[in-house]
């Protein structure tokens, strides 16, 4: 919580064949938008989402609805736990990869290094460039839930929403202006004041680019797209485009001539990838899906 992409190729490496009997439960995101105020021991919660989607992979001799059951007692009344059919779709849906790579692109990439006076608002000061490139990354991640369902018409994904429907499922009653993308993060009450990552240098403020809103929201979620897209023929253009602009800052290599598995840091993704998993035939059978016969001619 949040699992973040790939979670369950992770499960399965490291539990070995103990995986197949355990339970595990794969949350999309944090219950609240929170700020840690001494770290372990107190913390300040700005607000609190609404609904948050989990898939369950119940534990032997436990039903889907015994966990949920058990979590929702714990959270309290909100936010309410959706039940996602499976991992892929709280992968794919993951809405860390899409809001804090992208943000962070968007403010930065034509930033001319020289530092600022005070620290640049995060969600609040999205700008309609900005914007652009969340609804990129979102629109990339829906063609790879198409090509999945393509594969195998039972197989849903129904549930990865888009970026602009994840927003009005979190904080509807926290955005006053739903009008767009970019009103609707402007307006977010439960995001008042909250700041790029920022670092003092030369008297004032340079970006922070080791935060994790690339260090991890990165390696953990776009370069898990990016792989699966990868896998099953996905062209995936604003994600590749904030993917490599994204490396350098964080001097990694995830992707290189428009390969993932030939990167050097490709271990230290969540990517299918970095698994062992390098073809479209062995992601599904880790997914097990059924891929869809070719026609014979004669239907």
Same mark, same amino acid.
């Given at each position: ?123 609040? /000061? =999205?700008?309609?460039? $900005?914007? !652009?490139?969340?609804?990129?990354? @979102?629109?990339?991640?829906? #063609? ?88 099953? /023929? =996905?062209?995936?253009? $604003?994600? !590749?485009?904030?993917?490599?602009? @994204?490396?350098?800052?964080? #001097? ?48």
């Amino acid at each position: 919580m949040p699992a973040r992409s790939g979670c369950d190729f992770l499960f399965k490496k490291v539990m070995g064949e103990k995986a197949e009997t355990l339970g595990l439960v794969a949350f999309e995101t944090l219950p609240w938008a929170c700020r840690f105020n001494d770290w372990g021991k107190t913390a300040t919660v700005l607000g609190t989402k609404e609904t948050i989607g989990a898939a369950v992979v119940p534990p032997v001799k436990q039903s889907k609805m015994d966990v949920i059951l058990k979590l929702q007692g714990l959270l309290g009344v909100e936010p309410k736990i959706n039940e996602v059919p499976n991992i892929m779709s709280i992968s794919l849906g993951n809405p860390g990869q899409v809001i804090h790579p992208g943000v962070t692109y968007g403010r930065w990439h034509a930033w001319d290094g020289k530092p600022l006076a005070k620290k640049p608002l995060f969600y609040q /000061g =999205v700008d309609n460039e $900005t914007a !652009d490139v969340l609804t990129g990354i @979102s629109d990339d991640i829906q #063609k790879i839930c198409a090509a999945l369902k393509k594969l195998d018409g039972q197989y849903n994904t129904s549930q990865v929403q888009t970026v602009m429907e994840w927003y009005m499922s979190s904080y509807s009653s926290s955005i006053s202006d739903a009008s767009s993308l970019k009103t609707a993060m402007n307006t977010n009450s439960a995001y008042e004041g909250l700041c790029h990552p920022m670092k003092e240098e030369q008297g004032g403020y340079v970006p922070d680019f080791q935060f994790r809103y690339l260090s991890e929201d990165v390696p953990t979620g776009l370069c898990f797209s990016r792989g699966v897209g990868e896998l099953l /023929g =996905v062209k995936t253009p $604003t994600i !590749d485009k904030v993917l490599i602009w @994204s490396q350098e800052k964080l #001097k990694k290599e995830f992707i290189k001539d428009g390969k993932m598995n030939i990167a050097a840091d490709i271990k230290d993704t969540r990517a299918p990838q970095a698994f062992g998993v390098t073809s479209k035939d062995q992601l599904c059978k880790f997914l097990k899906i059924k891929k869809e016969a070719a026609c014979c001619g004669f239907c």
